[in-house]
């Protein structure tokens, strides 16, 4: 059975199955649907590309491929304890994913956790980050899930303008950007709750990440990981949604 599909696919999108709430075929703003997965099959799509590397923010982790994997209809991102590293999971899509404008919509919810943050986020195809900005759809840093927040990145000394929404995000929840250009308007469960009009708003192709990564001891976005923390810790998404921008 396919798990992703694009225009002109004869096939319908995902009943969300494992989260009981189904890929809408237009965005909030009637963008139509563009591109899917829903991560029904064995493995995941040759779309994604699995992290393999150590994170920017958290140095004192890794992030390798064995921690990304499908299971029941879930893309999960696990992150779990290796002696004193934190070994977690991230996947970028380079391809059908990889839009100028449009809107994303990504079905997930996150495993309590002092010390484990994740991010939901658009990242400039050029690599040449801060200049060309960053999109954080949805992150947090770690703890009891009861908000996210919303970021845009940009200029040379990585200006920020951030929002803050809050809710139980152990629980499923379907967030998302209608991107344009000078204009980000974020969404939960097909609310928009926040907006940012700025001319800094990001007009290069832009890739959609998932990520999760382990808080470094003394970073202002939360606590490090500490006895509390569950030697397991999954990030799960149920599917995405991308819908074109015409």
Sequence with gaps: MRTVGE?????????????GAAIPRYSPNGHPLAYWDD???PALSSQWSKYNA??????QGLWRPSQVFVKNGRLVLRAVPQGKTWVTGGVMN???ASKRYGSYLVRFRAGKATGIK???LLWPQSDNWPVDGEIDIAEDGGGKRTGTTATLHFGAGDQKIQRQVSGDFSAWHT????WSKGLLSF???GRIWATISDPHVPDGVMNLAIQTESVACGETWGACPNSSTPKTVDFEIDWVAVYSAQ
């Design 54 to 59: 150590i994170p920017r923010s958290s140095p």
């Design 7 to 19: 225009v002109g696919s004869p096939l319908l999108p995902a009943t969300g199955a494992a989260s």
């Design 118 to 120: 994740y991010a939901i």
């Design 39 to 41: 991560f029904t099959a």
């Design 94 to 96: 380079y391809t059908s």
């Design 175 to 178: 967030v998302g950007v209608e």
């Design 187 to 189: 969404v939960v469960d």
